[in-house]
């Protein structure tokens, strides 16, 4: 079993939906990050997050630690948004830059 | 600079030949990381260097592997004796402090023929 899994693992969406990604992890952390991969492969970090929740414009993080459960959303959608999204994990007691990363969700919004 | 530059972008080496990739982070951040994420597979964790600290080399998958971090500003990852198992494309990424995100590279995709 993986130690982040993500769901759903493809999202396909209409422009303007409201779309939440989620993450569910196994060990007892100290950071999340969502990262944002797009077609052409370059990264970006969109949140690191250690409680409650995060906004940067129409995206949302949110994480329940007890629950090891963290969720991205984003509100209305827009097809510039479509790409890979990453969930990664910084085990508890790890060194800083030793994350764990879920296989990703790959999100499609259409016009 | 501006963001975090990796060359080469594009490497193809022959099964057996040593490479060298290298990372120029954002200027000023001390911490410094890479990755590496090959065909259908996720993204997993190589080595981690923060300023002056030991890194954490923990995710190198075989001694064929090496990095170094000079000045504590531009790192070359090497790797020795390519395998075909080595083709991945290989990410680098800085961050000032432990509490701010990562700025990553665009990568250096490898390719061992």
């Known amino acids: 079993k993986n130690e982040v899994e993500q769901s759903p693992q493809n999202l396909t969406a209409q422009e303007g939906e409201f779309i939440t990604i989620n993450c569910s992890y196994s060990?007892?952390?100290?950071?999340l990050h969502w990262l944002q991969q797009h077609p052409g492969g370059g990264i970006v970090s969109l949140f690191m997050?250690?409680?409650g929740k995060k906004k940067h414009g129409r995206l949302i993080a949110t994480i329940n630690i007890q629950e090891k459960h963290s969720s991205l959303h984003i509100t209305a959608s827009h097809p510039r948004d479509s790409a890979v999204y990453i969930c990664?994990?910084?085990?508890?007691?790890?060194?800083?830059?030793?994350?764990?990363f879920g296989k990703g969700t790959k999100l499609s919004v259409k016009p | 600079g501006a963001g975090v530059s990796q060359s080469p972008s594009n490497k193809v080496t022959e099964k057996g030949k040593d490479v060298e990739l290298r990372c120029d982070p954002i200027?000023?951040?001390?911490?410094l990381y890479w990755y590496r994420q090959s065909l259908g597979q996720g993204l997993e964790f190589l080595i981690y260097?923060?300023?002056?600290?030991?890194?954490?080399k923990s995710g190198l998958p075989s001694d064929r592997f090496s990095a170094e971090r000079t000045g504590g500003s531009v790192s070359t990852l090497t790797i020795q004796r390519t395998q075909q198992e080595d083709s991945a494309v290989y990410l680098c990424?800085?961050?000032?402090?432990?509490?701010?995100?990562?700025?990553f590279g665009s990568g250096t995709r490898l390719t061992v023929v």
């Open positions: 260097f923060q300023g002056n600290s030991a890194p954490d």
């Open positions: 060990v007892g952390i100290s950071a």
């Open positions: 997050l250690s409680s």
């Open positions: 990664a994990v910084r085990e508890r007691g790890g060194s800083q830059g030793n994350l764990i």
């Open positions: 200027s000023g951040h001390t911490a």
């Open positions: 990424a800085s961050s000032s402090h432990w509490t701010e995100g990562y700025t």
